[in-house]
């Protein structure tokens, strides 16, 4: 079993930026995809961006060029910039056994408790 434990989830202010950690333990030695999801009220959960390790990146449309995924051993970031009141959502951490980076839901098997993003 993987365990993830999310943090950094703030209110702030548009254009404001913000990074959020990802903490992730347990039997991780085939989870090698990791990511960011996010649920907005009323909405679908999404992915953001997910990473298998350095530049083996993928981001949503929606967020390229304002968000930067990354990963050490024990921890996946995401940092975001120029936020906007549309990024406001519960931000999920997700890992799938994967060794490519995907944005599909269905293909993820650990999922953390989510971290709340408010931008005003």
């Known amino acids: 079993h993987v365990q993830l434990v999310e943090s950094g989830g703030a209110t702030v202010q548009t254009g404001g930026s913000l990074r959020l950690s990802c903490a992730f333990s347990?039997?991780?030695?085939?989870?090698?995809?990791m990511a960011w999801f996010r649920q907005a009220p009323g909405k679908e959960r999404e992915g953001v961006a997910a990473?298998?390790?350095?530049?083996n990146t993928a981001y949503a449309t929606g967020v390229n060029g304002r968000a930067t995924i990354s990963r050490d051993s024990a921890t996946v970031y995401l940092e975001m910039n120029s936020l906007k009141p549309e990024d406001t959502a519960t931000y999920y951490c997700?890992?799938?056994?994967?060794?490519?980076?995907?944005?599909?839901?269905?293909?993820?098997?650990?999922w953390g408790q989510g971290t709340q993003v408010t931008v005003s």
């Open positions: 347990g039997n991780t030695r085939n989870t090698h995809c």
């Open positions: 990473i298998v390790s350095g530049h």
């Open positions: 997700a890992a799938a056994r994967r060794q490519y980076p995907t944005l599909f839901e269905y293909e993820y098997n650990y």
